[in-house]
């Protein structure tokens, strides 16, 4: 695996694959990587000839007071999962490769920007979109995948697309869960035990809206479902709970455990994949 930190890096690695025609692969991720990021990086190394990873802890799409210092950083280690998960490329920029001095563009996101993650964190789809434009001009790929743990992020990239005519398939990857079905985040590693213990309460509570749901109550009594338990839940703060049609009617949360913030969905229409 060849790790390059500049564009221009980028741009003559990716060179002779491109003149061969190959079929480019691209993960974005803010590192820290975790069982979801290498399902995504097989996912695409499975799928592409070559498989390109970034690694960008992207301030623009953090508020003030958000976790940006924190969050946790550790290239080294990364390179080793990636290589090991089929990644060819790891692109791991600074802040000023990406956002070099007089840098003042960014893509406006609409309304689904401003609910749910974007009322609770303003500012943040426009980061997020914002960098995955550029990364999908400097790599250049056929196609660019993302986990629906961020289903919003998924959506709000997939419009994108879309309205800005931008030549590449997207492919959304199933959450990955761990065996107590807290849906894997690099935000997890914040948690103490007693802390992990309490967020289970938001998969339990989707887990119990999607049943709600498939007994035939609809979105509706998923709603009702999830907040029963969520509401009586102890140490935890719910941020919201909502349904929303992010590609497919979808159950979302979003809690606070602590200092830390945590989401999860579930799609409440399989078939609307
Ligand atoms: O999902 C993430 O890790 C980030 O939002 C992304 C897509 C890499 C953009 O910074």
Known sequence: ??????????????????EEAMRIGLVPTMGAFHEGHLTLFRTCAGECDVAVASLFVNPAQFGPGEDLERYPRDLEGDMHLAE????????APSAEEIYPPGFESAVEVGELGKVLEGESRPGHFRGVATVC?????????????????????AAVIRIMLRDLNLPLELRVVPIVRDADGL??????AY??????????????ALQAGLEACRAGGGSNSALAAAHRILDAAEGIEVDYL???????PTLA?????????????????????
């Open 1 to 18: 695996m060849k790790l390059v930190r500049s564009v221009a890096g980028v741009r003559e690695a990716l060179m002779a694959p491109r």
């Open 84 to 91: 090991e998960a089929g990644i060819d490329l790891l692109f």
């Open 133 to 153: 434009l550029k990364l999908f001009n400097i790599v250049q790929p056929s196609v660019a995948y993302f986990g629906r743990k961020d289903a919003q992020q």
């Open 183 to 188: 849906a894997l985040s690099s935000r997890n």
């Open 191 to 204: 948690l103490q035990p007693d802390e992990r213990e309490r967020a289970l309460a938001l998969p339990r």
């Open 242 to 248: 909502e349904v929303a049609d992010l590609d497919g």
């Open 253 to 273: 949360g979003a809690i606070r455990v602590g200092s830390t913030r945590l989401i999860d969905n579930v799609l409440l229409d399989e078939e609307a994949k």
